[in-house]
């Protein structure tokens, strides 16, 4: 179905210096790649692949880091050798057109030679394919590995690369340095930070949170024979969201309510009460990510290149959760991003770093909204024109609930199916 033609290493044009990249202690957890796919039609076919190769070249003189590899220090500690080992560059074809992929055929669209990466130094950071289909058209594949960015840093580099493609140069100058997430120097904890929990252990020893070179070579293999997920997705027009948040403030509880605060509420009320064997008194747990960025002082900054999230956590009874007014959760919501201060996001980097065998506790839901930046994806312009779709394909081994602002329309709602009761479910999303 997909052919493989070349496979070739471009290094960054203007290089800095030869350096070691310190990595936070919440990069440490995060051994595994995410993936990217913008389709686009016919009328791209005289994309110029040397060109896209230059530009690879060009804007990684601006993310150097992405260009290096990861290593282990002399105490376990994962960090980046920034050496301009290289970005991978593959270029196939596809007997199928635009419109005959599915989800079962992303993975040909991101080739790495498992059996090659014998070591870190064969295990690139950033991969880009470009796949040309049957009916004229292509597809561009992004592999960026998870180290190295959280979403926003990952749209942002999409942009950069593509602005630099048009002859528009950067889009905007990264910031990657990462001593501005480090713990402080003594470390200081001034809260309880019960979403922190001590991960058991597997079979090895270490946890799924505790890196190794094994298992962030090996990682990516896991992933393609780890069972899928069946997963859901449910449009919450901008309409729907409008009525929603009305709702909520309708109840007289609460002056305003963001559209996150209130499909967030609707979500987790939805979803614990979907959650078969539960009693009325078992409490639930909620985790939802925010973004750092504007929340530590100094502020990061909108161009940060790296991991600045943080999940915020709320509980309630399935009682409350069943019997409470809408708003009541949102309130809980609200709360808990409130929490989330400079010193309190401060003290948790300090307590992960003098507990590396700690992570965020389960969640019987999680949330991750994508922010509103992604939009942007929908519009990203090489010099051909617009994506006529746009895929990020999920690790089959992610449970979280997704808010995909991908639609001109509204928001998507990418739902697990199991281990609910998706009617259910499905029933509850109507009811405000």
Request: glycine residues 6%; aromatic residues 10%.
């Amino acid at each position: 179905m997909v052919k493989v033609c070349s496979v070739s290493c471009v290094v960054a044009r203007n290089p800095g210096p030869n350096r070691i990249m310190y990595l936070c202690d919440a990069d440490q957890k995060l051994g595994f790649y995410v993936r990217s796919i913008f389709f686009y039609g016919p009328e791209t076919k005289t994309l110029d692949v040397d060109r896209l190769k230059s530009s690879v070249a060009e804007v990684l003189g601006s993310y150097d880091f992405w260009a290096g590899r990861l290593h282990f220090n002399e105490n376990g500690r994962m960090e980046i050798s920034c050496r301009n080992q290289g970005a991978f560059f593959t270029l196939a074809t596809c007997d199928l057109s635009l419109d005959q992929v599915t989800a079962d055929d992303f993975d040909d669209f991101f080739f790495i030679e498992d059996c090659k990466i014998k070591t870190l130094e064969d295990l690139p950071l950033l991969s880009i394919q470009v796949t040309r289909l049957l009916d004229g058209g292509c597809a561009m594949s992004i592999l960026f590995h998870h180290a190295l960015v959280d979403a926003t840093s990952g749209i942002n580099f999409l942009l950069n690369f593509a602005s630099i493609n048009r002859g528009d140069g950067l889009y905007m100058i990264p910031n990657g340095d990462r001593t501005q997430l480090k713990y402080r120097d003594p470390p200081r904890v001034s809260f309880e930070h019960k979403e922190l929990a001590k991960q058991i252990p597997l079979n090895g020893g270490h946890s799924i949170y505790t890196l190794t070179e094994e298992s962030v070579i090996s990682s990516e293999s896991k992933r393609k024979t780890a069972p899928k997920i069946e997963r859901k997705t449910f449009l919450f027009t901008f309409d729907k969201l409008r009525k929603l948040k009305q709702a909520v403030l309708d109840e007289g509880i609460l002056s305003e309510c963001s559209t996150f605060e209130a499909l967030a509420a609707l979500i987790w009320r939805s979803h614990a009460r979907s959650i078969p064997g539960k009693s009325s008194s078992d409490v639930l747990h909620v985790g939802f990510a925010v973004d750092t960025r504007n929340i530590l002082d100094p502020p990061l900054g909108e161009n940060f290149c790296g991991n600045s999230i943080y999940l915020a956590h709320a509980e309630l009874s399935l009682a409350d959760l069943s019997e409470l007014p809408l708003s009541s959760i949102v309130a809980q919501i609200q709360e808990a991003k409130k929490r989330l201060t400079n010193e309190y996001v401060r003290s948790a980097r300090d307590f992960l770093h003098l507990n590396p065998n700690f992570w965020y506790q389960p969640c019987e839901t999680t949330i991750n909204a994508w922010p509103r930046l992604m939009r942007k994806s929908l519009e990203l312009d090489f010099g051909g024109g617009k994506p006529l779709r746009v895929e990020f394909p999920m690790d089959p081994r992610n449970f979280h609930i997704t808010f995909l602002p991908l639609s001109s329309d509204g928001i998507f709602v990418s739902v697990p199916v199991n281990p609910i009761a998706i009617a259910t479910f499905e029933e509850l999303i109507t009811q405000f």
